[in-house]
């Protein structure tokens, strides 16, 4: 639901900012005064392409911006998760149009595209007015509206997913056949996996590999160094530091009664005494596991030699040649099973099919049902909005089923003859403004507000009409709003007394310049418009009673 809105040098508005509730909010204004420029706004924030004529004179850039409270659920906050541009619940879009032409758009503070800019608004907001940006002249939206008229949430999953299943094994088969003759791939993958698989690969095996080079490498001066340090620790046949330590404890002893510290010495010598026997033991196995051997370091190098070429051929790291081997590995099952996998693909593309051709049969019957229940109820409202004699039809047209189709089976194309007598054309055909604006209102009020989008606009809906039909359009403007947040502008007092909440747009000259300003009504203040706009610029008091009476009659 629209929050606030706030705009800046836009047209002929200086600045005004406009907090909205729930329910109908109705604008006015003398003619002239830039109702429609607060829709416009929305449509720029709606991603609708803008030049520097909507910037106001002398100001260097407009600047727009909306907030929206989103339901947790809703299509909006689905749609900001999946693009990364959630926070927190917020949901603010900006645009500002320069005088040059240029133009930058942002949601919740990160800058976007226009396209991002109108996906996401259109989750937002839909305009029912009598231009271009009319939400219901866009073919995807009628689609989007008979489906929540039917109610076929179901059938629309079931479609989804068929076409899913039916898309990814067309690709699966688009892929394997762009590979063609793949005998010469197969063959390159043999001989190399084989070369691969002639060696321990394992990071394991390698990082032994190049432990045991390395000590080959330097066998000769790991021996000499062992018995050196063997000779000098522990040898029976000349002065070592095992023999040493031991001598200095027996000429120690025999003075410790009269020193008592002297045990603490001897506890000490003792301890180092085996830790050298131990560091004896150990170099003793390291020298038994030398050895010198030409032979054993020549094989070796080799091996070591052959894991390197290895890597530098497959450019990657020795660590990585068993990872890479089993991705050959898998390429090479995978190719050699393409042949089959083609043959069982043809089957599960005719079932993946015929599975969603049921789907879609099943989805289309329920559009078919609503299609004709949401054309009566439409036509009967177009009735009562001052188009006697007007009819609403929904056709269903046929489309290619030669490719996986998410929406199903067919187009929706909403038909409207305005008058008795004439043919029913396409809703975007329709010439008249206003027209236009009350068949989209006929059309949300039969859909029971069951519209996705949670906030309408409606632009001068009453164009054209008045007395008893203008009363129909703003009740029914007043019922929509008990089920959808919607903002009216208006220029006849019996839609604006139905409003829920008034704003009035007035303008007046400002150093020279025409200005427009924004201000919501007091209760005494809509008495006061609608008496303006009943009885012009004299009011009288019959024009304030009566307009007494049309706020008391629409609560």
């Not at 009020?445 to 996705?452: I, P, W």
């Not at 400002?510 to 924004?518: F, H, K, L, R």
Request: with cysteine.
């Amino acid at each position: 639901m629209l929050r606030h809105l706030a705009i800046k040098d836009f047209a002929v508005v200086r600045s005004a900012e406009l907090e909205f509730g729930a329910g109908m909010t109705v604008i006015s204004g003398e003619t002239g005064a830039g109702k429609s420029l607060l829709v416009d706004a929305l449509g720029f924030l709606s991603g609708l392409r803008a030049d520097s004529g909507v910037v106001r004179h002398g100001a260097e850039r407009a600047e727009l911006s909306a907030e929206f409270s989103v339901a947790a659920d809703s299509l909006a906050s689905g749609w900001l998760r999946e693009n990364e541009l959630d926070d927190d619940g917020q949901c603010q879009l900006r645009r500002v149009i320069r005088a040059d032409g240029g133009s930058r758009a942002w949601i919740n503070g990160r800058s976007v595209t226009l396209s991002q800019l109108a996906e996401l608004a259109g989750r937002l907001v839909e305009i029912h007015g009598q231009h271009e940006h009319q939400a219901l002249l866009s073919r995807g939206s009628q689609l989007e509206l008979l489906d929540a008229y039917a109610r076929n949430g179901k059938e629309r999953d079931a479609v989804r997913e068929a076409a899913r299943r039916w898309s990814a094994l067309l690709q699966e088969r688009e892929a394997l056949s762009a590979q063609g003759d793949v005998s010469d791939r197969i063959n390159y993958l043999e001989h190399q996996l084989a070369e691969l698989q002639r060696e321990d690969l394992a990071p394991a095996a390698i990082q032994a590999l190049v432990a045991n080079h390395k000590r080959q490498a330097h066998a000769a001066g790991l021996i000499q160094a062992c018995d050196t340090a063997l000779a000098e620790l522990g040898s029976d046949e000349a002065p070592s530091v095992s023999r040493q330590l031991q001598q200095t404890r027996s000429d120690l002893a025999r003075l410790r009664e009269h020193e008592n510290r002297l045990g603490e010495v001897d506890a000490l010598l003792e301890s180092a005494h085996i830790q050298v026997d131990e560091a004896l033991a150990l170099l003793g196995q390291i020298r038994d596991d030398l050895d010198a051997d030409p032979a054993q370091f020549d094989e070796l190098e080799h091996k070591l030699g052959r894991i390197h070429d290895l890597a530098r051929k497959h450019r990657v790291i020795p660590d990585e040649l068993a990872a890479h081997r089993d991705a050959l590995a898998a390429e090479l099952e995978g190719l050699r099973g393409a042949g089959e996998r083609l043959v069982g693909l043809n089957g599960e593309i005719d079932a993946a099919r015929s599975a969603w051709r049921e789907a879609a049969l099943r989805l289309g019957r329920t559009r078919q049902r609503a299609a004709k229940d949401l054309a009566r109820a439409t036509t009967a409202l177009i009735g009562e909005l001052g188009m006697g004699g007007g009819r609403f039809e929904i056709a269903l047209e046929a489309n290619d089923n030669e490719r996986p189709d998410p929406a199903g089976s067919e187009r929706a194309e909403f038909l409207v003859a305005a008058n008795a007598g004439q043919p029913p054309r396409p809703l975007r055909k329709v010439a008249s403004g206003g027209e236009l604006s009350r068949i989209s209102l006929a059309i949300e009020v039969a859909a029971l507000g069951l519209d996705a989008v949670p906030t309408m606009v409606f632009d001068e809906v009453d164009s054209g009409i008045g007395g008893a039909v203008a009363e129909i359009v703003g009740q029914k403007l007043r019922a929509l709003g008990g089920k959808r947040q919607v903002l009216c502008v208006t220029h006849l007092p019996q839609v604006a007394a139905q409003g829920h909440a008034h704003y009035r747009v007035s303008k007046a000259p400002v150093d020279g310049m025409t200005q427009s300003a924004v201000e919501s009504l007091s209760a005494k203040q809509r008495e006061e418009e609608l008496a303006r706009m009943l009885g012009g610029v004299e009011v009288s008091k019959e024009a304030r009673a009566a307009a007494r009476r049309l706020l008391t009659d629409a609560v």
